[in-house]
C-alpha cells in the first residue's frame, strides 16, 4: 500500500533560489538540470519558474519533446546524449545539445549525415567513474569530432563532480590541465595562475 506522501513545491520559492544560485555564479551560464519530469514535480511547470536559467539540461528526448512544445526556446542540454543513430534526427528537430560521453557516440556522430553544425558538449571524467572521457581519451574523441567535419559551433566541456559544494576543490589533473577553448582552436593547457 503506498504511503499518503505529497509534496509541494512553491515556483516562487524554485525562482528565487536560482536568482540567488546566479548571484553567486557572477555571470557563468547556469543550467537547471529538470530531469525525471522535475524530479516528479513536471517538466514544463519547473521550465516556467526557472525561467531566468541560461538552458534546460534532461536526460531524455520525451522531457525534450515536451520543453519545445510548451514554447520554450532555450538551449537544452541532453545530459547523456543519444545511445541510437536513431534518436540523431531529433537533435536537429528539437534543436538540442547532446553531452557526448563516449567512442561510440562519437563514432555514430561520424557516420550519421547531418543536416548542419550542431553544439555539443565532451563530458571529462574528473574522477567519479561514472561517464566520460579520461585524460588518456579527451583529446583523441575532440579531434575526430573535428577531423570529420562535426565541428560544433559553440563546443563546451561538461566536468562532472560530486558535490555541489565541497569544502576542497576537485584537484584531478585533467580539471587543471585542459580549458575550453573558443570554437575551432585546439585544446591547449590552461594557462598557469
Known amino acids: 500500500m503506498p504511503r499518503p506522501i505529497r509534496a509541494t513545491i512553491s515556483a516562487g520559492a524554485l525562482s528565487h533560489n536560482l536568482l540567488v544560485a546566479k548571484a553567486y555564479a557572477k555571470g557563468a551560464r547556469l543550467w537547471a538540470v529538470i530531469k525525471a519530469n522535475a524530479y516528479g514535480h513536471g517538466v514544463e511547470r519547473a521550465a516556467r ?11 531524455d528526448f520525451q522531457e525534450a519533446a515536451r520543453l519545445r512544445e510548451a514554447g520554450v526556446t532555450k538551449p ?12 540523431l534526427p531529433l537533435l536537429h528537430q528539437y534543436g538540442l545539445t547532446p553531452v557526448i560521453h563516449d567512442a561510440g557516440q562519437v563514432e555514430m556522430l561520424r557516420l550519421e549525415q547531418l543536416p548542419g553544425e550542431i553544439d555539443v558538449y565532451l563530458k571529462v571524467n574528473t574522477g567519479m567513474n561514472r561517464l566520460g572521457f579520461g ?3 579527451l583529446r583523441p574523441a575532440y579531434n575526430a569530432l573535428r ?16 558535490a555541489a559544494i ?13 580549458y575550453c577553448p573558443r570554437p575551432g582552436e585546439p585544446l591547449r593547457p590552461r594557462p598557469s595562475p
Do not use: C, N, W
Open 166 to 178: 565541497r569544502s576542497k576543490p576537485v584537484t584531478t589533473p585533467l580539471t587543471y590541465s585542459l
Open 49 to 59: 519558474a526557472l525561467d531566468a536559467a541560461d538552458g534546460f539540461a534532461v536526460l
Open 135 to 137: 585524460a588518456e581519451s
Open 76 to 87: 537544452i542540454l541532453m545530459l547523456e546524449g543519444f545511445f541510437k543513430p536513431v534518436d
Open 147 to 162: 577531423m570529420h567535419g562535426l565541428r560544433s559551433s559553440q563546443p563546451g566541456f561538461a566536468p562532472e563532480v560530486s
